[in-house]
């Protein structure tokens, strides 16, 4: 109907004999100069301004058009008013409010990259792939992604209401969530058997590097093995994965990035540390796993550091760089891809783990989820140490019976001191 209502309007004008006229302010000379698009731009702003139903602010609009030149270029490029861009910041270095689910948006729908977990998000039941088609009654096809974050977004102890479609369901459902305090502990670690630890990566926000070396250092005295879990892991901070994936390389390359401008082409290199880990490894992902996260798998996939086990990744290859505006508002522009160490481009091919292992639920409902205590650092209760001990052990199997990929990561871990064995056997 949108498409068909101006033509209406110029068919009523012919019935009546009267031909549709030009408006005197596009009656300008017609030219091919370089400012022409900008004659055209002012054109249709002073337009709008002076004759549109509705008063709108010419701020409004500018920003509008910003919004909307930037949203056609790639799902990712994006204007941030002062109060999105305080926001942006926020999710990396402070304490936000809202549901704790990262989203992206291509041809006007709403996906959900993952849900950050244990997080309000992950409590009501979405996963990764879901669509999210409206926000307390407002159509998602109507609002940009920063609009969308906006609304998602809000007071802690309010909540907000979502209409969203599963990927393998067929009507949608609407869900009440209640906003809360996103974590911003990204790093969590659990010791599966004597010397094999979990340590799972929520997202890369400024303190992830320091808070793995913690987690390392609690466990370093016996560390057989680590599996390194980055599932439903939505990236965040390039300088974070890097400082990651250091601390298991000695050398070679992590990641470069290729983009237009030549000189901006970089590539970053692992360097010796004395603090390095040299254990054998696993890494987990799936399609929830997605930019620094897929940097980390595929520097240590080509590397040949770790075994990659579970799902492809999202594929979410882009370099976005965050540039601030004298007014407070800032753009986010992609400027570049990434590239893995042996020159392959993760963008929209994802990782390949060298092992495909899908996610083996029990129900439609279960999945991988965390709580209270798979926190570094929560507060204890005050059971005796010896109920503390039945309990974590006990909670350590029951995570291993629904998760299949960590039961396999487990399994193949320690097999793989007797399979280096085996090779420098074979190589002397």
Do not use: C
Request: aromatic fraction near 4%; hydrophobic fraction near 40%.
């Amino acid at each position: 109907m949108r498409v068909l209502k101006p033509l209406l309007g110029v068919a009523a004008l012919a019935l009546l004999g009267l031909a549709p006229m030009a408006h005197p302010a596009l009656a300008a000379k017609d030219d091919t100069s370089d400012y022409d698009p900008y004659k055209r731009f002012s054109q249709v702003l002073d337009l709008v301004e002076r004759e549109y139903v509705k008063d709108v602010k010419e701020s409004d609009l500018i920003n509008n058009a910003i919004k909307g030149m930037l949203q056609n270029l790639d799902p990712h490029s994006s204007f941030m008013s002062a109060d999105e861009y305080k926001s942006m910041q926020e999710t990396t270095s402070g304490e936000f409010f809202g549901i704790g689910v990262e989203i992206y948006m291509e041809n006007g729908q709403v996906t959900v990259v993952s849900p950050i977990a244990d997080t309000p998000a992950d409590r009501a039941g979405l996963l990764a792939g879901d669509v999210i088609l409206s926000i307390d009654g407002q159509s998602t096809q109507e609002l940009t992604l920063q609009d969308v974050v906006s609304r998602i977004r809000g007071p802690k102890g309010s909540a907000v209401e979502l209409t969203i479609l599963h990927s393998s369901a067929k009507t949608p459902q609407t869900v009440r969530i209640t906003r809360g305090a996103i974590p911003l502990v990204s790093v969590k670690s659990k010791e599966l058997e004597k010397g094999y630890y979990w340590i799972r990566i929520t997202r890369f926000s400024e303190r992830t590097t320091e808070e793995l070396r913690d987690a390392v250092k609690a466990a370093r005295d016996d560390l057989k093995g680590i599996v390194l879990d980055l599932r439903n892991n939505p990236g965040g901070l390039l300088d974070q994965a890097v400082q990651v994936s250091d601390m298991f390389l000695r050398d070679g390359v992590i990641v470069s990035i290729k983009g237009r401008n030549k000189n901006s082409e970089r590539a970053y290199r692992a360097t010796a540390q004395k603090d390095d880990i040299a254990v054998p490894m696993a890494v987990l992902i799936n399609a929830g796993s997605a930019s620094a996260s897929e940097i980390v798998a595929g520097a240590l996939r080509d590397q040949k550091r770790a075994l990659i086990l579970g799902e492809r990744s999202f594929g979410k290859g882009s370099v976005q760089n965050i540039i601030p505006l004298p007014d407070g508002s800032g753009l986010k522009l992609t400027v570049a891809l990434y590239y893995t160490p042996n020159g392959s481009s993760i963008q929209a091919e994802g990782i390949q783990p060298d092992m495909e292992v899908p996610f083996a639920s029990r129900s439609d409902q279960e999945r991988f989820l965390l709580r209270e205590q798979d926190l570094n650092r929560h507060l204890e209760n005050s059971k005796k140490k010896g109920e503390e001990k039945k309990d974590a052990a006990s909670e350590v199997r029951e995570q291993m019976e629904r998760d299949n990929q960590l039961r396999t990561a487990l399994q193949l871990l320690k097999g793989i001191p007797a399979i280096q064995r085996l090779q420098g056997d074979a190589a002397r």
